[in-house]
């Protein structure tokens, strides 16, 4: 089993690009369900990022192929429906 404190220390990767998108800044829960919907990033876009929800990547679940012992590795195109 993993804690949700776990997770947010973990970096988060695109395996596509290999591209560091961060680390988790909060988690989507469905507490009817008890399961995890997705995770939500911080998008670079300077100093003002933590003042607005626009930025902010939302990734669901299921964009998650594998979690290590120091990296989410994630399918970033496909939760973003690109080919």
Aim: glycine share 8%; no cysteine; proline share 2%.
């Amino acid at each position: 089993m993993i804690k949700a404190s776990d997770l947010r220390d973990k970096e988060v990767i695109d395996i596509n690009t290999g591209e560091k998108l961060g680390n988790i800044i909060d988690i989507d829960v469905n507490l009817e369900e008890g399961k995890i919907e997705g995770i939500i990033l911080p998008k670079e876009t300077g100093f003002f990022r933590f003042f607005s929800k626009e930025a902010e990547i939302y990734l669901p679940w299921a964009a998650i192929k594998k979690i290590g012992s120091d990296v989410i590795l994630v399918d970033f195109r496909s939760a973003n429906g690109s080919v």
